[in-house]
């Protein structure tokens, strides 16, 4: 049963940068989308970035463009998120989750069928 796992989340100052990483220790990740989505209190679950499984083609959420990028090491069977220049409006929790299919862009949450615990990240100073 595929099992996916966030980490690298934590407190950082604005304009800083962390990265998260989404591990799948069964070993399949390489085989779906994977995407990245953020929910802040009170606020709906937001897309951030997305990668597919054929070309690993990238999808970003308008608010994180040029800010973000998402990247894979299939070797690892991980999926990161690389976050630079972090603002306050970045806080929140960030869940990996994966889809079935390639949508070939930043699908809605309710496209994707496993997810990951999610894992905090605050930008505050």
């Known amino acids: 049963q595929v099992q996916l796992v966030e980490s690298g989340g934590g407190l950082v100052q604005p304009g800083g940068s962390l990265r998260l990483s989404c591990h799948d220790s069964v070993g399949t990740l390489k085989h779906f989308a994977i995407g990245w989505f953020r929910q802040a209190p009170g606020k709906e679950r937001e897309g951030v970035a997305c990668?597919?499984?054929?070309?690993?083609?990238?999808y970003y959420g308008d608010s994180v463009k040029g800010r973000f990028t998402i990247s894979r090491d299939n070797d690892k069977d991980t999926v990161y998120l690389r976050m630079n220049n972090l603002n306050a409006e970045d806080t929140g929790v960030y869940y990996c989750?994966?889809?079935?299919?390639?949508?070939?862009?930043?699908?809605?949450?309710?496209?994707?069928?496993?997810w990951g615990q999610g894992t905090q990240v605050t930008v505050s100073s």
């Open positions: 989750a994966l889809a079935g299919h390639d949508h070939g862009f930043m699908a809605p949450s309710d496209w994707y069928d496993v």
């Open positions: 990668i597919m499984s054929s070309d690993n083609s990238t």
